[in-house]
């Protein structure tokens, strides 16, 4: 496993991503271009959606894009999203959802780099 820094809990599951894709390093190599490229900008969509106080909008776009951490590996942080989508559509304390999405937003941006190394090595 990959730690992106000593104090983060998020790192990239090597376990999960061998069990969805054993040796295909072609399918994974698609499913981490398509995070990269379209699903770390719909993620910032919850953010605006955060920003205007629509708590449903902000939750059915976490579970849209929720997956998408899975299968590239990033299972804490899937359960992070999942977290702050229950919260959202349940239980919507600002407070809460913002502190809960500055955590998601830091564990993405600190996994970018390590999805693009791992990116570059399938290449």
């Known amino acids: ?7 983060s809990v998020d790192y990239l599951d090597r376990v999960r991503l061998d069990k969805f894709y054993g040796d295909d390093k072609n399918q994974l190599a698609l499913v981490l271009t398509i995070f990269l490229n379209d699903v770390v900008r719909d993620l910032y969509v919850v953010e605006q959606f955060l920003n205007q106080e629509k708590w ?42 913002l502190g809960m999405w500055a955590s998601i937003k830091m564990g993405v941006e600190q996994m970018i780099p390590v999805l693009e190394e791992e990116l570059k090595l399938l290449a």
């Open 56 to 97: 449903t909008e902000a939750a059915d776009t976490a579970h849209k894009e929720r997956p998408w951490l899975g299968m590239a590996g990033l299972t804490s942080l899937e359960t992070k999203l999942f977290q702050f989508e229950k919260q959202a559509k349940f239980n919507p304390e600002p407070p809460a959802l």
């Open 1 to 7: 496993m990959i730690q992106s820094n000593e104090t």
